[in-house]
Each structure stands twice: as C-alpha cells, then as structure tokens.
Nanobody, 124 residues
C-alpha cells in the first residue's frame, strides 16, 4: 500500500522560510510524478507545485512562483517543498500526492495516494 507522510510544518513569521518533506513508502517512488497542494480553512484544495518522475520538469502555481522550489531525492523516497518569503496567505494544510500517469499539473483529480497533511501557519 502506498503511503505519503508529510512533515516540516509549523508556526512561522512572515518573511521566513521552511522546507516541507513528503516521504513515500510502498511504491516505486522514482516512477511517480509528485505534487504539493494546500488547503486553507473553508477553501478548496489548491495546487502549489509539481515535479515529474525524474525531476527535470517542474510546475508552480502563480501564487508561489519565485518563492517556492519543489525537488525530489529518489534515494530517500522524498519530495521537498522549499518555501521562502512566507506570507500569511500561505497558511494552510499542505499535502503531497502522486500524479497519475506522470501528471504533475494543477488538477487535484489527477493525483492519488494523498498524505494526511502538515499544518503551516504564517503570522504577520
């Protein structure tokens, strides 16, 4: 069974940085594209960033472009999301998931094996 476990969230000050991690188990990690999403209270789950199976391709939401970097370490079965210049509007639960058939775009319906999420709270 495929599982993803996110970590690295917490309470941060605006302008700070953090790195989220998503560790995969039960899958051939290197064959999957991966994505990060976030969901704020009362809002839909929104795409943040995606990365293809070998790390050559990445895609970002406009809201985080230039502030976030997605990367992967296949030796550790881990995908990362580095977030810089944090803003209060980055406050959300952050989730990782695997993309179906190599997908790493913005539609959450094309992802599966969602993790439980990690909370990021940014104070002003």
């Amino acid at each position: 069974q495929v599982q993803h476990v996110e970590s690295g969230g917490g309470l941060m000050q605006a302008g700070g940085s953090l790195r989220l991690s998503c560790v995969a188990s039960g899958e051939t990690f290197r064959s999957y594209a991966m994505g990060w999403f976030r969901q704020a209270p009362g809002k839909e789950r929104m795409f943040v960033a995606g990365i293809d199976w070998n790390g050559d391709g990445t895609y970002y939401a406009d809201s985080v472009k230039g502030r976030c970097t997605i990367s992967r370490d296949d030796a550790k079965n881990t995908v990362y999301l580095q977030m810089n210049s944090l803003k209060p509007e980055d406050t959300a639960v952050y989730y990782c998931a695997a993309g179906r058939a190599g997908y790493y775009g913005a539609s959450p319906t094309n992802y599966y094996y969602w993790g439980q999420g990690t909370q990021v709270t940014v104070s002003s």
